[in-house]
């Protein structure tokens, strides 16, 4: 794997800061390229809208990267939609053979790092079409958690961020 980037993807939601990994070279992060791909196909237009909303209204302004959501475990990365009926007070989600995965690493409840993906068209993540970007997502969480742990990376709790070990915005790994 080459080098890349942790950028921020979206610091507006209420409860949950949302990065995202940019490629040393790529024009475009990988979360973008997800929607921005499924969005121009016809016929997962709906689908990548919802999972969208899900990202930003569940996760992002209603409850935080909680368990109950991040529920879906794939190794080193969750992947998205939530898996099975959820109910959490008022709100009540509920996927059922849902054709696309997006993954992401929970950091903490209010910071989630969110990868790429694909559509889920075979029963495991090992014999579907998105093999490649399970692999290459479970890939950058592996580094991420490297840089958490060894403290390259440093999570401010307060102000919902990651910073280098240099204190810079800037994250290359």
């Given at each position: ?46 689908q ?24 879906r ?50 029963s ?10 399970w ?20 999570v ?18």
């Amino acid at each position: 794997m080459n080098i890349f980037e942790l950028k921020i993807w979206d610091d507006e939601s209420e409860k949950c800061t949302f990065y995202t990994v940019q490629a040393d070279g790529s024009l475009e992060n990988e979360t973008d390229i997800f929607f921005d791909k499924y969005d121009k196909t016809p016929e997962l237009k709906e689908q990548t809208q919802e999972l969208l909303s899900f990202v930003l209204n569940a996760i992002g302004d209603n409850h935080g990267a909680i368990d109950e959501i991040f529920n879906r475990h794939e190794n080193e990365v969750d992947g998205l939609p939530t898996q099975g009926q959820l109910q959490l007070g008022e709100f009540d989600y509920y996927f059922p053979n849902f054709p696309l995965r997006l993954y992401a690493l929970k950091v903490t409840e209010n910071i989630v790092i969110l990868f790429g993906g694909g559509i889920k068209d075979g029963s495991t993540n090992q014999n579907s079409s998105l093999h490649f970007k399970w692999i290459e997502a479970c890939n950058y969480a592996k580094r991420i958690i490297e840089g958490l742990n060894d403290g390259s990376i440093i999570v401010n709790h307060r102000t919902r961020t990651l910073t280098s070990f240099d204190g810079t915005d800037e994250i290359i790994l």
